[in-house]
């Protein structure tokens, strides 16, 4: 075994800390804190933030999406629950009127304790006030559920959210239909009760534009109508030839409320996302009742973000606006009106096309028009809003046809979904919006899963969001926290989304209620120490995609970059032509954005969404041109020969495109290959290579932070999807850093327990370092290049290598003779003496905390082997909390536990020593702590609740599985022998 394999590995005697290179540049000694900082190696590089990696702060630490039964909540409650949150490690939460499981939601009294009533803002005065105390940030949600909405406006009201629906009448040539205009297909909602007649149109149909969900239309038979169809009546006859269809458009609220209201009362309704009125109606209802004197006062102390929920604007007709066709015109240069034919939906599809060139570049012309108006007028005024009154703004901006990579620049925190991303380019989407635009967080609701209310594992979130920090992601929001009660929740508590329909509902209820919440701590420090990496200095990035749509929540990828690309380390991110107008979109160097992710090339395809048609906005070239000419490489993969720009050209428009393409590939940093197995030739003519490199396809998964001189690679063995197949294996193998100091020498950082030691093998080469990475699945680790003080080295050995101050110490399984290469090519050997047998410990003590309803039983076991609860009758139907416990005589030398397979979390102590466990790969070294003779090793294992929900609230959770709890083994005592190295 090799040590420059970056796997846990052991537990180390010494708590080092690395960071910020801005110390490191300037000579600065470590700083380090507590017991870390009397055993620190001399020279090593200073923590990141006060306490470093070992006690990273409350910024950096995860964080809950916390459910409250409206204003249904006592203050006093309120702040323990902020103190249980603290506790466990958490940075703070996210406050949110959200109860799907409660039916009836008349015991919640709307109208006294609802949403926006002086009872939630006694909590929310609360929350914030505890949050202060304890050093953790409360955010703030916008509105109840989502979407954004007010009690302060009805349907009909301007700031309500607004449909198009239309309605069609079929006119026969030389025909004549004389009587009301046609009706709308669609009836409006509850509580809709106004309507404006926005046009009336006839269109001939044509068999040759038809698809196979769509009716053809002839857009030379366009006809007006609007004027002669005077008090909602018309007379018109049909031209001869063909038959025709007579539109009428009716503009009217679509009557939306947010999720599972009414949450106020009178009931709230959302509003328009795409006028100025919408969003006033928001901030109108916050600066007159929410924003008391305390809340104003408390925000500034312990506010976090203003939040935002995915924008779920639901409606069976179009989304509109009453502005939509005025601005449609100024920002696009034509009029709107003779295509609404082909832009009108029901049930979200469309059902008229013209030709399949004018139908598709008119579509683009609408949402991008949308896009525009939901950018400047809701999110670009929310956020400032949100910083005049102390907050940042935190959004999920995504859910229609909209620019979301453009909307993730604009905000303080793009935030994104583990639910609803089907992969990990659906991050990069949002990570590139963030990037361009100078932010530094990527935010994710994290583990949203779909019937695992009371089942869901630390373990399997974890496995979620390894490969999630890859694509960028460096903060998490645990979906989630409930309030401890309301009216009629059973045992053991109110949880926003369980029951659900009647059934198991989605994950999870996070908290004291919960068996694992004694080990919440260690897996709250190890997400703590992953955001701590990729939240330091910026993100550096290989590639930018260029993507003519900013679509995310598509599960679209990136072309040859997404499939063959990153298995052999490349990174990028996509990007939309809105950004390469952004201040940040300079060239140095040869990289764009030099400051910021500093991408080595940008990559243009045709339109993933678009039938991959070769399409470019006739601004972007022209931008393009201006970058390759400061040095930036382009690469233009398939035929641009009748490139178009992608709405519906203005005169002379596309041939002005191709012009400017003519001499954008004549440039000598760009290159266009015609097939995907084209792209690495023209990479390599490029002179273009990844930061993070391997010799053969593998899954490993990498993201890149430079901050100053030092480099932050976080390394996950994952996958792109949750749905991938077949599963992922143990990768072990080569990886080749590109580094930005070439003094700089490799550390790894483990994430359970905050530890940074220096690697002992690796190659150097210029501005390489090479080392070797083994991972089990799901397993990550983080590796940073920074300048430390001198120290031993070697380039290859047969035993496994660590430094201890100036020494090497070699560590191996069993007795014999280990050559060690050292840098300057010499070969010594090293002898490890005799080495124990491996041992399996198979006697135990079982003691369990079974918790139930009527509170917590306990059951005492002696056991000869080890299996799963639901194999044990005592234990069948049991949740809690079990400590094994087994005694082990030791003749002495060092050994790592190996506790084989364990159902979700586990915390090991030996001889009185507690050590955080990997919740991915459970193995320990306890060579530090153990000692000759006898010595007591606890394993004290926590369950999930389904096991006894299933019995006790069968109704529900009967349908659920038993799950396999419990130390299931086997459970190794593996001995090794260690001996130093001489490199004299």
Request: with cysteine.
């Amino acid at each position: 075994m090799n040590d420059e394999r970056t796997g846990q590995g052991f537990t180390r005697r010494r708590v080092l800390q690395i960071g910020t290179a801005a110390a490191v540049a300037a000579g600065a000694g470590p700083v380090l804190g507590g017991e870390a900082a009397a055993q620190a190696a001399p020279g090593l590089p200073a923590g990141p933030a006060a306490g470093g990696f070992a006690r990273p702060g409350a910024a950096a630490r995860p964080r809950f999406r916390w459910w409250w039964p409206d204003g249904l909540v006592d203050p006093a409650e309120i702040r323990r629950e902020v103190d249980q949150i603290a506790d466990a490690g958490f940075g703070g939460a996210e406050i949110v009127a959200v109860h799907h499981s409660i039916r009836d939601k008349s015991v919640l009294d709307p109208a006294g304790h609802g949403w926006g009533t002086p009872a939630w803002n006694a909590g929310v005065e609360a929350a914030l006030d505890q949050a202060a105390r304890r050093g953790v940030t409360v955010d703030l949600t916008i509105g109840p559920a989502w979407p954004a909405a007010v009690p302060t406006i009805t349907p009909d009201d301007e700031a309500a959210v607004q449909e198009l629906a239309y309605g069609t009448v079929a006119v026969a040539g030389g025909a004549t239909h004389d009587g009301p205009v046609p009706e709308p297909v669609t009836a409006p909602e509850g509580g809709v009760t106004k309507r404006h007649l926005v046009a009336v149109h006839a269109v001939r149909t044509a068999a040759a534009n038809s698809t196979r969900k769509e009716t053809g239309l002839d857009p030379a038979s366009f006809t007006d109508l609007t004027a002669e169809a005077a008090g909602e009546r018309i007379t018109w006859t049909a031209p001869e030839g063909g038959d025709w269809l007579l539109f009428a458009y009716w503009r009217r609220g679509s009557g939306q409320r947010p999720e599972s209201g009414p949450h106020s009362s009178p009931d709230s309704f959302v509003v328009d996302h795409f006028s100025r009125a919408g969003t006033r109606a928001v901030t109108a209802f916050w600066e007159a009742r929410l924003l008391t004197r305390d809340i104003r006062r408390l925000v500034k102390r312990a506010g976090g973000t203003l939040f935002e929920d995915s924008i779920e604007l639901e409606t069976a007709a179009l989304n509109w606006t009453p502005d939509l066709p005025a601005e449609f015109r100024r920002r696009r240069g034509y009029d709107l009106m003779p295509y609404l034919p082909v832009i009108v939906r029901l049930k979200e599809n469309t059902k008229f096309a013209y030709d399949a060139a004018t139908t598709a570049h008119v579509r683009h012309d609408f949402w991008q028009t949308v896009s525009d108006l939901f950018n400047e007028f809701h999110f670009a005024a929310i956020a400032k809003w949100a910083h005049s009154i102390g907050l940042e703004y935190r959004a999920q901006p995504y859910g229609l046809e909209t620019d979301a990579i453009h909307t993730a620049a604009i905000l303080d925190v793009p935030e994104g979904e583990s639910l609803g991303f089907k992969n990990l380019d659906d991050y990069r989407a949002l990570a590139g919006g963030r990037d361009m635009g100078g932010r530094k967080i990527l935010s994710c609701e994290a583990g949203a899963y779909q019937g695992g209310a009371y089942n869901t594992t630390w373990g399997k979130l974890l496995r979620t969001m390894g490969g999630a920090y890859a694509a960028g992601l460096n903060q998490t929001v645990l979906h989630g926290f409930s309030y401890a009660t309301a009216p009629g929740a059973a045992w053991p508590g109110f949880a926003a989304f369980t029951p659900y329909n009647g059934g198991v509902g989605f994950s999870e209820s996070w908290g004291p209620r919960q068996p694992t919440w004694r080990h919440v701590p260690d897996v709250a420090g190890y997400l703590a120490r992953v955001h701590l990496a990729m939240q330091a200095g910026r993100s550096r990035v290989d590639v930018a995609v260029f993507r003519q749509k900013g679509y995310t929540k598509t599960g679209i990828g990136a072309g040859w970059f997404t499939k063959s690309g990153v298995p052999l380390g490349w990174t990028h991110q996509l990007i939309s032509a809105p950004l390469l107008d952004l201040p940040s979109a300079t060239v140095s160097g040869g990289r764009l954005a030099p400051g910021g992710p500093a991408y080595k090339v940008v990559f243009v395809e045709g339109d993933r969404f678009g039938g991959n048609e070769c399409t470019l906005p006739l601004g972007t070239a022209r931008t393009m041109l201006r970058l390759t000419k400061a040095g930036l490489p382009l690469l233009f993969l398939g035929d641009w020969s009748a490139a178009t720009v992608p709405g519906l050209a203005r005169d002379g428009e596309n041939e002005r495109l191709r012009a400017v393409l003519t001499q954008l590939f004549a440039q000598p940093r760009v290159r266009v290959v015609a097939a995907e197995a084209d792209v690495p030739g023209a990479l390599a003519d490029l002179g273009l290579r990844p930061a993070v490199a391997y010799a053969e396809a593998s899954t490993l998964l990498t993201a890149h932070r430079r901050d100053g001189r030092a480099d932050y690679f976080y390394l996950c063995n994952g996958k792109h999807a949750e749905t991938v197949k077949p599963p992922v294996a143990a990768i072990d193998h080569e990886v080749t850093f590109t580094r930005s100091d070439r003094e700089a020498v490799p550390y790894r950082l483990n994430l359970w327990t905050g530890e940074t030691e220096r690697i002992a093998v690796y190659r150097e080469d210029g501005d390489t370092v090479t080392l070797r990475v083994a991972l089990q699945p799901s397993e990550a680790t983080v590796i940073i290049l920074a300048r430390g003080g001198e120290a031993p080295s070697a380039t290859a050995s047969q035993a496994e290598l660590r430094v201890e101050g100036q020494r090497l110490i070699a560590r191996a399984r069993a007795a014999g003779t280990y050559s060690t290469t050292l840098p300057g090519g010499r070969t010594v050997r090293t002898e490890i003496g005799a080495v124990p047998e491996v041992r399996t410990l198979s006697s135990w003590r079982l003691r369990v905390e079974d918790m139930t309803p009527d509170g917590v039983k306990r059951h005492d076991l002696e056991l000869d082997g080890l299996k799963p609860w639901p194999d044990i009758p005592e234990l069948a139907d049991v949740s809690g909390v079990g400590t094994y416990t087994a005694t082990v005589d030791w003749t002495g030398g060092g050994a790592v536990l190996e506790l084989g397979e364990v159902f979700d979390t586990c915390r090991v102590t030996v001889n009185g020593h507690r050590l955080p466990v990997s919740v991915i790969v459970p193995v320990v070294d306890i060579g530090p702590w153990l000692r000759r003779g006898a010595n007591t090793i606890e394993v004290e294992v926590a369950t999930t609740l389904n096991n006894r929900l299933r019995v006790c609230d069968p109704g529900v959770y009967g349908g659920a599985s038993r799950q396999r709890y419990g130390l299931i083994g086997p459970v190794r005592l593996v001995p090794y022998g260690e001996a130093v190295v001489s490199t004299r």
